[in-house]
């Protein structure tokens, strides 16, 4: 079993930064791809970011060249770098883990964190 809790959300303006955790404990990460996933009201989760841990990584295009994702096996962490965010960047953050038969598909994951708001005014 693995426990996931997230951490680093909040308001920010269009433009600035905000960096993301996600604290696992129980089994140790380095076994398990980690993702990041979000969801706004009224839509659905959608895939951000996952980091195998053969080190390949994956974003969502719309994420691309802003999001950075990486994690610290020796800590049992991921984060996330969220760089000149747009208020359409507006949801709730989750941490997932697992052993994803699809990177980009939610039910591919096992794990989830309880997630983290993260709101970009215009």
């Known amino acids: 079993q693995v426990q996931l809790v997230e951490s680093g959300g909040g308001l920010v303006q269009a433009g600035g930064s905000l960096r993301l955790s996600c604290a696992a404990s129980g089994r140790t990460v380095n076994i398990y791809t980690m993702g990041w996933f979000r969801q706004a009201p009224g839509k659905e989760r959608e895939f951000v970011a996952a980091k195998y841990n053969s080190g390949s990584t994956y974003y969502a295009d719309s994420v691309k060249g802003r999001f950075t994702i990486s994690r610290d096996n020796a800590k049992n962490t991921v984060f996330l770098q969220m760089n000149s965010l747009k208020p359409e960047d507006t949801a709730v953050y989750y941490c997932?883990?697992?052993?994803?038969?699809?990177?980009?598909?939610?039910?591919?994951?096992?794990?989830w964190g309880q997630g983290t708001q993260v709101t970009v005014s215009s």
């Open positions: 997932a883990a697992g052993r994803p038969t699809d990177t980009y598909y939610s039910s591919s994951y096992g794990y």
